[in-house]
């Protein structure tokens, strides 16, 4: 699976982006999918993850009521909508597949539970 992230760029404080994933590969219907973040100096960190179905979804206490993800499977991409954006979300955006398991879990929330990445989409906020 080759994963093509896209849709970031310069965007103000409570401002709107959204990121979009590309999947090549027929499968990908059956991987669960995640969103992660690196901001300057900082780790990546989990931001988001859906179900193969897009009926389960996990979220970063940081991004909740915040971000949406979603997914298209007719379409191989899954979508990360970003509202009211704050200066802190100033990161890297990586989305990533865990080919292992159609559903989430605990797991989920983990870099090393995915096995494929995206090259990742810059964000930057200004204040």
């Known amino acids: 699976v080759q994963l093509q992230a896209s849709g970031g760029g310069l965007v103000q404080a409570g401002g709107s982006l959204r990121l979009s994933c590309a999947a090549s590969?027929?499968?990908?219907?059956?991987?669960?999918m995640g969103w992660f973040r690196q901001g300057p100096g900082k780790e990546r960190e989990f931001v988001a993850a859906?179900?193969?179905?897009?009926?389960?979804?996990y979220y970063a206490d940081s991004v909740k009521a915040r971000f949406t993800i979603s997914r298209d499977n007719a379409k191989n991409t899954v979508y990360l909508q970003m509202n009211s954006l704050k200066p802190e979300d100033t990161a890297v955006y990586y989305c990533?597949?865990?080919?292992?398991?159609?559903?989430?879990?605990?797991?989920?929330?983990?870099?090393?539970?995915?096995?494929?990445w995206g090259q990742g989409t810059e964000v930057t906020v200004s204040s």
């Open positions: 990533a597949a865990d080919s292992s398991t159609r559903r989430l879990s605990g797991s989920s929330r983990s870099n090393n539970t995915y096995d494929y």
């Open positions: 590969g027929r499968t990908f219907s059956n991987y669960a």
């Open positions: 859906i179900s193969w179905s897009g009926d389960s979804t």
